[in-house]
Structure formats: structure tokens, C-alpha cells
């Protein structure tokens, strides 16, 4: 769904677009003491807060949650993101969003994925429903819909690819690869894991564990930038940091601790109420 990461998270991230919460039918496995629950090797936690920078000046906040819940009366990963600007930048223009992602425990795949933003008062609605089965991709953006071939081989939306990342990366020097989903198609990501690196973060100095993901051309952007996330290299796998290396500079997320709010700020009748793509069955073009 949209090009690699970049559009996606980076887009999401700068306009501050972005996801979260859910009426939550049930939750994961067991929880750790700590809070974090894992099931079938993907991570349930948050909700988090995260403070995105843009050449070391706060332009926006995000808040990040993944958990398990009934989706058409089978389970599902569910991650969520939501996002919103800075106080500063809202005075030039207001951005808010939600990004959501549905993921098959048992294949690991992206079963549907929704963003919603909406930008100097103009709403951006896109859903995407994926049907391995028949071989089908049900896009719908701002109302328009459009059936895309898809192979059905397992692959991730790029938000739950990192979701999926934090629980494959092990000892620095490995590798691991996944499947990426964008507009284009599947195309196949390799990602290192690096050395470990001590950050000043919320709760004082952690070392953190460093994960790139790049594609099979040795890129993760069409213009040679670079995208790299921290975890703790724990049994929590928490996401501490996202750092992307643009051409136009660098833009970083940063935990903050837990979630008290969600980032986006819109009430319900400015989100609005599309007749959203998910009412529908896969393959019925009405």
C-alpha cells in the first residue's frame, strides 16, 4: 500500500497522519509483567506515545498499539497508529489521522489496511482489503474503487512490517526478509541487524538494537534515503525510535512512555462516515 515505507510512514509521519484503538473483542495470550503479550511471534503492546522531529524541531506527535481482536468473526492482529502536528505547525495547517492494519495470525499476512487523514481540512480516505483465495486486492480510494491482481504469496503492509520486524531481529549481523506490500505490488525486503547503540531515552539509557530494512536493490527509497528503527533488544522488543534519512533531511519519532490520549484530534463528525470498503465482500464491484 503505497510506496515503501516512505509514503506510508513518512507521509504519515510529516503530514502526521495516523491510527489507534478499536473496540477490542478480546486480547492476546497471556500478558508479561511488563505489559507486553506475544502471540504466534508478533508483538501486542502500547498504546505508546512518540514525539516526531524534523531536523531536531517537534513538528508532531504519534501514538502507536498493536493487540488481538475478532475482525469478521475470526482473530486478527490489529496495529494502530494515529497522528497529529505540533502546536506550532497547526497554526500554519491543521493534520490529523488514524492508519490502521489487519494481519492473519496464521499466515502472517496484511488482511486489510486503512488510512484515513485528513489535511489542511481536506479528508483523505483509502482502505485496501486483501483476498489471498481469489487472488484480489479491493482498493478504495476516496471512493473510487479499483481490483488489483495479487498472487497471494504472504506479505505485510509497511505498517505491520515493523511490527513483524521487531520479533524476527536477533544478534547483530543477521538478517531476516519479509514481504512488502505498495501500489506497485510485493516486493521483497532484506532486512540487518546491526550493533547495539546506547540512546538517552524516557527512562533513562538504554541500549538499544539497531534494524534496517532495505529492499533487494540494496534501497528502501526510490531516492537513495535510508530508514532504520531502535527496539530493545529484550523479550518487549518496545520500538523506541524511527529515524528516516530523506533528501530534504531527517525525521524522527521518538517514545515517549505510554499513551494517555490518542493523537488525533478530530471528533467523530469530522472524520466523517465514508461507506467504507470492509461492508463489502471482496470481489463485489457494486
Keep these: 500500500m503505497t510506496r515503501p515505507v516512505q509514503s506510508t510512514l513518512v507521509s504519515s509521519l510529516t503530514v502526521l497522519a495516523t491510527i489507534l484503538v478499536g473496540a477490542f473483542v478480546f486480547r492476546a495470550a497471556p500478558q508479561t509483567p511488563d505489559g507486553m503479550g506475544t502471540a504466534n511471534g508478533f508483538l501486542l503492546d502500547g498504546p505508546f506515545a512518540y514525539s516526531v522531529e524534523y531536523l531536531g524541531v517537534t513538528c508532531g506527535h504519534m501514538t502507536l498499539e498493536s493487540q488481538l481482536e475478532d475482525y469478521r468473526g475470526r482473530p486478527a492482529y490489529h ?128 541500549e538499544l538494537q539497531r534494524v534496517q ?41 521518538k517514545l515517549k512512555g505510554p499513551a494517555s490520549e490518542l493523537a488525533d484530534r478530530r471528533t467523530e463528525a469530522e472524520r466523517g462516515h465514508p461507506e467504507p470498503a470492509q461492508k463489502l465482500e471482496i470481489g463485489n464491484e457494486e
Excluded at 528503527?229 to 525525521?251: Q, S
Design 213 to 253: 530494512p532495505m529492499t533487494e536493490d540494496g534501497e528502501m527509497f526510490s531516492e537513495k534515503g535510508e530508514f532504520v528503527y531502535w527496539i530493545d533488544p529484550g523479550p518487549a522488543r518496545t520500538l523506541y525510535r524511527l529515524d528516516f534519512k530523506l533528501g530534504f533531511g531527517r525525521l524522527r519519532a
Design 79 to 206: 496495529v494502530v497508529m494515529t497522528a497529529r502536528n505540533s502546536k506550532f505547525f497547526n497554526k500554519i495547517y491543521r493534520a490529523d489521522g488514524r492508519i490502521e492494519s489487519w494481519v492473519d495470525p496464521e499466515t502472517m499476512t496484511t488482511i486489510a489496511y486503512e488510512s484515513d487523514i485528513t489535511d489542511k481540512g481536506e479528508r483523505k480516505f483509502r482502505r485496501y482489503d486483501i483476498d489471498r483465495e481469489k487472488g484480489v486486492i479491493r482498493a478504495e480510494k476516496h471512493g473510487e474503487v479499483t481490483m488489483i491482481p495479487y498472487d497471494g504469496g504472504p506479505a505485510l503492509d509497511p505498517l505491520a512490517f515493523v511490527y513483524r520486524g521487531r520479533t524476527l531481529a536477533n544478534k547483530a549481523g543477521e538478517r531476516f526478509s519479509l514481504n512488502l506490500m505498495t501500489d506497485k505490488g510485493v516486493i521483497r525486503t532484506e532486512s540487518l541487524v546491526g550493533e547495539r547503540k546506547k540512546f538517552r531515552t524516557y527512562d533513562g539509557k538504554r
